[in-house]
């Protein structure tokens, strides 16, 4: 039995209790023994919403272990893996202590403010022996899958193009994310999701070229939009915009043009259209990324087996690509070298 400890009650955190829950019911081996929080009123229950509905009130509070503090979660439970859905200024911190304890940890996106925080992340992993797995949910979304099969099979042949997008109101479900040196702002935070898949998708582009303004004072950059350079010439582009007040609440797309044909994600829907024949709609899963990246997860433990999909090594090159589009956005959209 895998015992598992929270740390975090926020949105995410509670959409992934949610999938503990389910995970246990449909018999996985593994048990959320403990969560943790520094504010009492989540650890009973009061849910906060984020940009997608994922949460429900069916949850048992009363059948959890309650910590406000990480140290004594560590010194009292007896735990083989924890899930931290913290503000990202605490990802560092907070995955070095416990897997210092000796313990498998799954941070959640972005993994950390910086490529240095990444690095000791990495190397506080390696010497432990324990596996560190960065919770980029596009990763295992079943429309970004679909477009990950269509890439590395040549399906269509080679790309051509491609343009990746998210928006969605200013989030409020916690201050520090319009705080720039806790959250990094839209860039950091939400763009990192499309920069991720680029980067999945195709290696790390060699340039970039980000043009970003700050909206939101204190904020960090509120909209964005990079140029991706690659050494086959493919045009690539992504943007985000999280000032989108209203009624727009949330969106995330695709367009990818291959040689032979295109694959369209929008309103939820993927559509292909080969060059030849009529367009269809794969058949894909209803469920979430987040179900399909926590099962994973579990399973590599349980089976003890490295989570290759999402390396720590792979997730910190998203990282090295936000700070290239950071120094890009700073110098007025200047052509920014990826290290």
Same mark, same amino acid.
């Given at each position: 039995?895998?015992?598992?400890?929270?740390?975090?009650?926020?949105?995410?955190?509670?959409?992934?209790?949610?999938?503990?829950?389910?995970?246990?019911?449909?018999?996985?081996?593994?048990?959320?023994?403990?969560?943790?929080?520094?504010?009492? $009123?989540? #650890?009973? /229950?009061?849910?906060?919403?984020?940009?997608?509905?994922? =949460? !429900? +009130? %069916?949850?048992?509070?009363?059948?959890?272990?309650?910590?406000?503090?990480?140290?004594?979660?560590?010194?009292?439970?007896?735990?083989?893996?924890?899930?931290?859905?913290?503000?990202?200024?605490?990802?560092?911190?907070?995955?070095?202590?416990?897997?210092?304890?000796?313990?498998?940890?799954?941070?959640?996106?972005?993994?950390?403010?910086?490529?240095?925080?990444?690095?000791?992340?990495?190397?506080?992993?390696?010497?432990?022996?324990?596996?560190?797995?960065?919770?980029?949910?596009?990763?295992?979304?079943?429309?970004? $899958?679909? #477009?990950? /099969?269509?890439?590395?099979?040549?399906?269509?042949?080679? =790309? !051509? +193009? %491609?343009?990746?997008?998210?928006?969605?109101?200013?989030?409020?479900?916690?201050?520090?994310?319009?705080?720039?040196?806790?959250?990094?702002?839209?860039?950091?935070?939400?763009?990192?999701?499309?920069?991720?898949?680029?980067?999945?998708?195709?290696?790390?582009?060699?340039?970039?070229?980000?043009?970003?303004?700050?909206?939101?004072?204190?904020?960090?950059?509120?909209?964005?939009?990079?140029?991706?350079?690659?050494?086959?010439?493919?045009?690539?582009?992504?943007?985000?915009?999280?000032?989108?007040?209203?009624?727009?609440?949330?969106?995330?797309?695709?367009?990818?043009?291959?040689?032979?044909?295109?694959?369209?994600?929008?309103?939820?829907?993927?559509?292909?259209?080969?060059?030849?024949?009529?367009?269809?709609?794969?058949?894909?899963?209803?469920?979430?990324?987040?179900?399909?990246?926590?099962?994973?997860?579990?399973?590599?433990?349980?089976?003890?087996?490295?989570?290759?999909?999402?390396?720590?090594?792979?997730?910190?090159?998203?990282?090295?690509?936000?700070?290239?589009?950071?120094?890009?956005?700073?110098?007025?959209?200047?052509?920014?070298?990826?290290?």
């Amino acid at each position: 039995m895998l015992r598992i400890a929270l740390i975090g009650l926020g949105f995410m955190g509670r959409t992934h209790l949610e999938i503990y829950t389910r995970l246990e019911a449909e018999g996985v081996p593994i048990q959320v023994v403990a969560i943790c929080d520094l504010d009492v $009123e989540k #650890l009973e /229950g009061r849910s906060i919403s984020g940009n997608i509905d994922t =949460v !429900s +009130n %069916g949850l048992d509070f009363t059948r959890y272990h309650k910590y406000t503090s990480v140290a004594e979660l560590l010194e009292k439970e007896q735990l083989d893996a924890v899930d931290i859905a913290l503000p990202t200024f605490l990802h560092k911190e907070i995955s070095i202590q416990c897997l210092n304890h000796g313990l498998h940890v799954l941070c959640e996106k972005p993994m950390a403010m910086n490529t240095e925080e990444c690095k000791e992340m990495i190397q506080a992993a390696e010497e432990k022996g324990k596996q560190l797995m960065i919770g980029q949910c596009l990763r295992f979304w079943p429309a970004y $899958e679909y #477009l990950k /099969g269509l890439v590395d099979n040549n399906t269509y042949g080679k =790309v !051509s +193009n %491609g343009y990746f997008y998210r928006g969605s109101s200013t989030p409020n479900w916690g201050e520090w994310l319009l705080q720039k040196d806790k959250s990094g702002g839209a860039l950091l935070d939400m763009h990192v999701h499309d920069i991720d898949v680029i980067n999945w998708l195709f290696g790390k582009p060699e340039a970039v070229s980000c043009l970003a303004r700050n909206v939101i004072a204190g904020s960090g950059y509120d909209l964005v939009s990079t140029n991706y350079r690659y050494e086959d010439g493919k045009v690539l582009n992504a943007q985000v915009d999280w000032t989108l007040q209203g009624d727009y609440g949330f969106d995330m797309q695709y367009r990818v043009n291959f040689e032979l044909g295109n694959a369209v994600f929008q309103g939820g829907q993927l559509k292909v259209n080969p060059n030849e024949g009529a367009g269809f709609t794969p058949e894909l899963s209803e469920d979430m990324g987040y179900y399909f990246e926590l099962k994973y997860f579990v399973e590599a433990l349980i089976n003890e087996q490295p989570t290759t999909r999402a390396q720590p090594a792979s997730t910190m090159e998203s990282i090295q690509i936000v700070e290239a589009e950071i120094e890009s956005a700073d110098q007025q959209g200047a052509w920014v070298q990826v290290k």
